[in-house]
């Protein structure tokens, strides 16, 4: 029987493949061009330079940027949406916020435009209570005149349907009948949970995605398959965890940022395993640069994100700080004089100017390229040799020649920029959330993430840098790692005193049952199942909430709520640890129950990965070339990190080479190799 799973992650460069046979442990990496609009061809492309028949492959697991692009792109399908009457506009108020802020007018406009949006009679009351039975004529009319304007897929908005989804369910019933495909959501059904805009935006949003997700999929499943894949197919969400096709199509909205998720899920899992439980990631791709904090083993968990202004997402996500800083950032000077790295990027088409595709700015890697510290005759991924000298020209033009500096001053300033912004961003996850950075080793992962590791370790003060064994390949590996997870939530909005112990079991057990149903349709196997239950609460008056992890215990094979006493302990506890202070006289009350079911599926053991035991120092050297750091060029050893054995020493500089990426030791640090294959950078002094 085959046990070859492959993790595949789009990136918006490269498409990343890390290929396991798990019997041996033998691992292999693959990162091709990623190919738009139809990332289907790239991602194929990289599988099948690593594997010959697919019918060797027990699983496939996928982290998809296709969500992602379409919401920033703005290249959803055409979508309605039916709301309560009065609240057509829910999506375009938000929350009063203005992309700009200065100014008298602003220039947002939602996924949905106004005539798509229509209203019919209805109203049920946040007590749960129906005012008004929903007008089933009107609906009719709204779905034929959404059809008539050429919407694919609508969303169905009613206000206070979290506590009372029927007027909504009954709605969906007559628009279902009539629509031609299954891209119909409520916003009940989506996100039961309170907050009128949030709740609107994560539907629509959803409805936006689904044609795209669905359409992807299932043209990629059908590919697959023609191929001789037969076996499991699952997605990764932004929570970290992974889903089946069906539940991604169903539910596209969960897998925006699902690729840097794998990433942070890998570098977790690499870094416990190291020994080192605290670990800030640092994601260097082509087009960004992503940084999440660990502490402790596990991941921070965020319960809403903004992809864009105004495309609020309310659905559990890791915790990612994002800033236009990757390998492919262009690098420009402001009418100031000012030198700026990104947002804009070269992509992967036509890619940095070295890459000889049309591009004529200056990129991040083009710095890199010229200093020395990527080897043009080697490029990662499937790349001809680099064009040095056209990567100075540009530098020269568009960054040299109007501040006055020479081609290598202009790189070096160029770097220099680009390791300040993302120094930056590991501050903002780390010291200014409360947490000292000389606690945490520092994770680069990506094509180019282990090219700033050192001047990660300098400009931020971090203990030290972990290059995993294939970094440029972590969010692939991540997809192989990841549990399957399924979320739920239910607004619950009431004070601890008033809220009744039965109903919240009833209420966990069903997000239990509901989990467990997903994950046996899923078809995976797993080692075993957990569950996490929390409640959002906050003292009476307070708008933002607390996390609060609550007691379960199970009996005769139900769940046994905790009591108000129990959970008046834990919100005690949480909100002390988050502020250090109680509320003496504050009255304490219950907005969500949030439940997650996780399905633990089998880790390989990273052992396997280590250097083969008869690797040596003296093998492993390739070369010696000159490299620029700071005003001078010095001579540098150029190592194949691959061969390099375990427990071994390398003073900076040094440069590190393997097929995914190159890991700099800048002059003062210096480098060992641990027992997992793992470079491990800290400072020589």
């Given at each position: 029987?085959?046990?070859?799973?492959?993790?595949?992650?789009?990136?918006?460069?490269?498409?990343?493949?890390?290929?396991?046979?798990?019997?041996?442990?033998?691992?292999?990496?693959?990162?091709?061009?990623?190919?738009?609009?139809?990332?289907?061809?790239?991602?194929?492309?990289?599988?099948?330079?690593?594997?010959?028949?697919?019918?060797?492959?027990?699983?496939?697991?996928?982290?998809?940027?296709?969500?992602?692009?379409?919401?920033?792109?703005?290249?959803?399908?055409?979508?309605?949406?039916?709301?309560?009457?009065?609240?057509?506009?829910?999506?375009?108020?938000?929350?009063?916020?203005?992309?700009?802020?200065?100014?008298?007018?602003?220039?947002?406009?939602?996924?949905?435009?106004?005539?798509?949006?229509?209203?019919?009679?209805?109203?049920?009351?946040?007590?749960?209570?129906?005012?008004?039975?929903?007008?089933?004529?009107?609906?009719?009319?709204?779905?034929?005149?959404?059809?008539?304007?050429?919407?694919?897929?609508?969303?169905?908005?009613?206000?206070?349907?979290?506590?009372?989804?029927?007027?909504?369910?009954?709605?969906?019933?007559?628009?279902?009948?009539?629509?031609?495909?299954?891209?119909?959501?409520?916003?009940?059904?989506?996100?039961?949970?309170?907050?009128?805009?949030?709740?609107?935006?994560?539907?629509?949003?959803?409805?936006?995605?689904?044609?795209?997700?669905?359409?992807?999929?299932?043209?990629?499943?059908?590919?697959?398959?023609?191929?001789?894949?037969?076996?499991?197919?699952?997605?990764?969400?932004?929570?970290?965890?992974?889903?089946?096709?069906?539940?991604?199509?169903?539910?596209?909205?969960?897998?925006?940022?699902?690729?840097?998720?794998?990433?942070?899920?890998?570098?977790?899992?690499?870094?416990?395993?190291?020994?080192?439980?605290?670990?800030?990631?640092?994601?260097?791709?082509?087009?960004?640069?992503?940084?999440?904090?660990?502490?402790?083993?596990?991941?921070?968990?965020?319960?809403?994100?903004?992809?864009?202004?105004?495309?609020?997402?309310?659905?559990?996500?890791?915790?990612?700080?994002?800033?236009?800083?990757?390998?492919?950032?262009?690098?420009?000077?402001?009418?100031?004089?000012?030198?700026?790295?990104?947002?804009?990027?070269?992509?992967?088409?036509?890619?940095?100017?070295?890459?000889?595709?049309?591009?004529?700015?200056?990129?991040?890697?083009?710095?890199?390229?010229?200093?020395?510290?990527?080897?043009?005759?080697?490029?990662?991924?499937?790349?001809?040799?680099?064009?040095?000298?056209?990567?100075?020209?540009?530098?020269?033009?568009?960054?040299?020649?109007?501040?006055?500096?020479?081609?290598?001053?202009?790189?070096?300033?160029?770097?220099?920029?680009?390791?300040?912004?993302?120094?930056?961003?590991?501050?903002?996850?780390?010291?200014?959330?409360?947490?000292?950075?000389?606690?945490?080793?520092?994770?680069?992962?990506?094509?180019?993430?282990?090219?700033?590791?050192?001047?990660?370790?300098?400009?931020?003060?971090?203990?030290?840098?972990?290059?995993?064994?294939?970094?440029?390949?972590?969010?692939?590996?991540?997809?192989?790692?990841?549990?399957?997870?399924?979320?739920?939530?239910?607004?619950?909005?009431?004070?601890?005193?008033?809220?009744?112990?039965?109903?919240?079991?009833?209420?966990m057990q069903k997000h239990l049952q509901?989990?467990?149903?997903?994950?046996?349709?899923?078809?995976?196997?797993?080692?075993?199942?957990?569950?996490?239950?929390?409640?959002?609460?906050?003292?009476?008056?307070?708008?933002?909430?607390?996390?609060?992890?609550?007691?379960?215990?199970?009996?005769?094979?139900?769940?046994v709520p905790p009591d108000q006493s129990?959970?008046?302990?834990?919100?005690?506890?949480?909100?002390?640890?988050?502020?250090?202070?109680?509320?003496?006289?504050?009255?304490?009350?219950?907005?969500?129950?949030?439940?997650?079911?996780?399905?633990?599926?089998?880790?390989?053991?990273?052992?396997?990965?280590?250097?083969?035991?008869?690797?040596?120092?003296?093998?492993?050297?390739?070369?010696?070339?000159?490299?620029?750091?700071?005003?001078?060029?010095?001579?540098?050893?150029?190592?194949?990190?691959?061969?390099?054995?375990?427990?071994?020493?390398?003073?900076?500089?040094?440069?590190?080479?393997?097929?995914?990426?190159?890991?700099?030791?800048?002059?003062?640090?210096?480098?060992?190799?641990?027992?997992?294959?793992?470079?491990?950078?800290e400072s020589a002094t």
């Amino acid at each position: 029987m085959t046990q070859k799973f492959v993790g595949v992650d789009v990136g918006g460069t490269f498409t990343d493949v890390f290929v396991l046979d798990q019997p041996s442990g033998v691992a292999s990496v693959a990162k091709v061009p990623t190919t738009r609009p139809d990332q289907s061809v790239g991602l194929l492309a990289g599988i099948n330079a690593q594997i010959d028949d697919l019918s060797d492959i027990a699983g496939i697991v996928h982290g998809t940027t296709a969500g992602t692009n379409a919401l920033l792109e703005r290249k959803g399908a055409p979508v309605g949406v039916i709301a309560t009457e009065g609240l057509r506009d829910v999506l375009e108020m938000r929350r009063r916020d203005r992309p700009h802020t200065w100014g008298l007018r602003g220039n947002f406009e939602p996924v949905v435009p106004r005539a798509r949006r229509l209203e019919v009679p209805e109203r049920t009351l946040a007590s749960g209570e129906i005012r008004i039975p929903v007008d089933l004529g009107a609906v009719r009319a709204a779905t034929q005149q959404l059809l008539d304007q050429g919407c694919q897929a609508v969303a169905i908005l009613f206000a206070n349907a979290y506590a009372n989804p029927a007027n909504e369910a009954a709605a969906a019933q007559v628009v279902r009948d009539i629509w031609p495909n299954d891209h119909v959501a409520t916003s009940a059904e989506i996100l039961p949970e309170i907050r009128e805009f949030e709740r609107f935006s994560t539907t629509a949003l959803n409805a936006y995605l689904q044609p795209e997700v669905a359409g992807y999929l299932d043209r990629l499943e059908t590919a697959l398959h023609g191929e001789g894949f037969g076996g499991e197919f699952l997605i990764v969400q932004s929570n970290g965890g992974v889903m089946s096709v069906d539940t991604a199509c169903r539910l596209p909205i969960r897998t925006a940022l699902s690729g840097p998720a794998a990433g942070v899920i890998a570098a977790s899992y690499i870094a416990e395993t190291a020994g080192f439980a605290d670990v800030i990631t640092g994601d260097v791709g082509g087009t960004s640069f992503d940084v999440s904090l660990v502490a402790g083993g596990q991941p921070g968990q965020s319960p809403q994100t903004s992809i864009d202004f105004g495309m609020v997402v309310r659905s559990p996500m890791i915790e990612i700080e994002t800033i236009g800083a990757g390998g492919g950032s262009i690098a420009w000077v402001d009418r100031g004089g000012l030198l700026n790295i990104g947002p804009e990027s070269a992509g992967s088409d036509p890619g940095p100017v070295a890459y000889g595709r049309g591009n004529d700015r200056p990129t991040v890697t083009d710095a890199n390229i010229v200093l020395g510290r990527i080897d043009p005759e080697n490029p990662i991924g499937e790349m001809n040799r680099l064009d040095v000298e056209a990567a100075g020209r540009a530098i020269d033009t568009y960054v040299g020649t109007p501040l006055g500096l020479d081609r290598l001053a202009a790189a070096e300033a160029i770097l220099r920029v680009a390791n300040s912004r993302m120094a930056g961003a590991v501050r903002l996850v780390s010291i200014e959330r409360g947490f000292n950075p000389k606690r945490f080793a520092f994770m680069p992962f990506g094509g180019g993430g282990a090219l700033h590791a050192s001047a990660m370790l300098k400009e931020v003060g971090l203990a030290r840098a972990i290059v995993p064994r294939y970094p440029g390949v972590t969010s692939a590996m991540g997809c192989l790692i990841a549990d399957m997870r399924q979320d739920f939530v239910q607004t619950l909005n009431v004070g601890l005193e008033a809220l009744a112990p039965a109903r919240l079991g009833d209420l966990m057990q069903k997000h239990l049952q509901d989990g467990i149903a997903l994950l046996n349709a899923s078809q995976a196997p797993f080692e075993a199942r957990s569950q996490v239950f929390e409640l959002d609460m906050a003292y009476l008056g307070q708008t933002h909430t607390v996390a609060v992890p609550v007691p379960v215990a199970v009996q005769d094979g139900r769940l046994v709520p905790p009591d108000q006493s129990q959970i008046a302990a834990a919100f005690d506890n949480t909100y002390r640890a988050s502020f250090g202070r109680l509320l003496d006289e504050g009255q304490r009350r219950v907005m969500n129950l949030r439940s997650a079911v996780i399905g633990h599926r089998p880790k390989f053991d990273l052992s396997t990965l280590a250097p083969p035991a008869d690797a040596t120092l003296e093998h492993a050297l390739k070369s010696t070339r000159a490299v620029h750091f700071g005003t001078s060029w010095q001579d540098t050893n150029i190592y194949a990190r691959l061969d390099l054995p375990v427990d071994v020493h390398i003073d900076g500089p040094a440069i590190l080479e393997q097929p995914d990426t190159t890991i700099l030791v800048e002059p003062g640090m210096k480098a060992r190799i641990d027992n997992f294959g793992n470079v491990l950078i800290e400072s020589a002094t």
